[in-house]
């Protein structure tokens, strides 16, 4: 079975400031995984995907995560937040051989000036 | 609109009345997902759906009922509605590039008095 787990339940940060949101994963098989976030009052957008290749992928809007299969990580970085990156973020793991997707429980990313 | 829709987005109902939620998406996206989302507890998926009248229990099904009669829509009824049915609900379809990701709705905010 596939489970999530996201260390830290609120991240406080001051605006330029780096960030580090930590997900950890448990799957005996290759897995998929992803960031989602959320914004209040809305719905999921999916902020990046690892499915294979560079250990290393990029968002659109200077967010990154490292896939790291040794310590069965994901950890979504970014060098300088803004206060419109606060919002709720998830992590999410899929095997292989899986339909679903199993989420984290979420970390509420807090920027302010 | 394309994309991934719920109605209604807002519903208050009264413990043991049967309530539905819809969600319709415009992608012909083969799978559908049904998640709630309670503070503490991430999301959790209630039930999904392969394909229309393939349908399959998540997480936590008990106390709700799903049909997929037309690939495009996906409703969920809560059958005798209960206070801890209270919950944001989620609707999603999966494509994309990758056929993995997940596009979701804006979500519908349902409390049961």
């Known amino acids: 079975a596939q489970s999530v787990t996201q260390l830290d339940s609120q991240v406080p940060v001051f605006e330029e400031a780096p960030v580090e949101l930590r997900c950890n994963y448990s799957?005996?098989?290759?897995?998929?995984l992803f960031w989602y976030v959320q914004y209040p009052n809305q719905g999921l957008q999916l902020l990046l995907k690892?499915?294979?290749?560079?250990?290393l992928v990029e968002s659109i809007n200077g967010f990154e995560a490292e896939f790291n299969k040794s310590q069965t990580s994901f950890h979504l970085r970014k060098p300088s937040v803004h206060i419109s990156d606060t919002a709720e973020y998830f992590c999410a793991v899929q095997t292989g051989t899986a339909s679903k997707l199993t989420f984290g429980t979420g970390t509420r990313l807090q920027v302010t000036l | 609109d394309a994309g991934i829709t719920q109605s209604p987005r807002y519903k208050i109902t009264e413990t043991g009345r049967q309530v539905t939620l819809m969600c319709h998406q415009t992608w012909s996206h083969s799978y559908m997902f049904w998640y709630r989302q309670d503070l503490g507890h991430g999301l959790r998926l209630i039930y999904y759906s392969a394909a229309a009248d393939i349908t399959d229990k998540g997480e936590v099904p008990d106390g709700y009922v799903v049909s997929r009669s037309k690939t495009e829509n996906f409703p969920l009824t809560l059958e005798s509605a209960t206070r801890s049915q209270t919950s944001v609900y989620f609707c999603?379809?999966?494509?994309?590039?990758?056929?993995?990701?997940?596009?979701f709705g804006p979500g519908t905010r349902l409390t049961v008095t």
């Open positions: 999603a379809s999966r494509g994309g590039t990758s056929g993995y990701e997940q596009y």
């Open positions: 799957s005996s098989v290759s897995v998929y």
């Open positions: 690892y499915l294979s290749g560079s250990t």
